[in-house]
């Protein structure tokens, strides 16, 4: 696993793509929105206006992958996301986090068994 940042590692996948792109945390921020995908989900967290949810993003290095946690805002009502207070996290900001597994124990009626 690298010691890049998560900018960095932006950067360095425009770059592999050969995209012409910005060095400004919007523009970064668009590539990992639309070309990082989401692995994971919490459940929304409700509000009048709109919901956030937790959520993880797969993003590509060198070596394999690495996670990310961000969040997903949608606005239940007039307007959009901006209006209900979102705005462009600092990449800087955004966590990693890793995979973890755990077992888990469900309980199922028995025709479910």
């Known amino acids: 696993m690298s010691d890049l940042t998560l900018r960095e590692l932006l950067i360095q996948y ?16 668009e590539t ?3 070309c ?3 692995v ?3 459940e929304p967290d409700h509000h009048r206006w709109y919901s956030i949810t937790d959520i993880v993003r797969e993003v590509p ?10 969040q997903s805002w949608h606005c239940t009502g007039d307007g959009d996301i901006n209006d209900c207070g979102w705005s462009v996290p600092d990449l800087d900001d955004l966590v990693e986090v890793f995979p973890k ?8 009626t028995k ?3």
């Open 40 to 42: 994971w989900q919490g």
């Open 61 to 70: 290095d060198g070596e394999g992958e690495r996670y990310f946690e961000d």
């Open 36 to 38: 990082c995908d989401v």
């Open 14 to 29: 425009n770059k592999s793509k050969g995209w012409d792109f910005g060095n400004g945390n919007n523009e970064l921020y």
């Open 101 to 108: 597994e755990v077992m888990t124990t469900i309980y199922v």
């Open 111 to 113: 025709d479910k068994l």
């Open 32 to 34: 990992f929105e639309e």
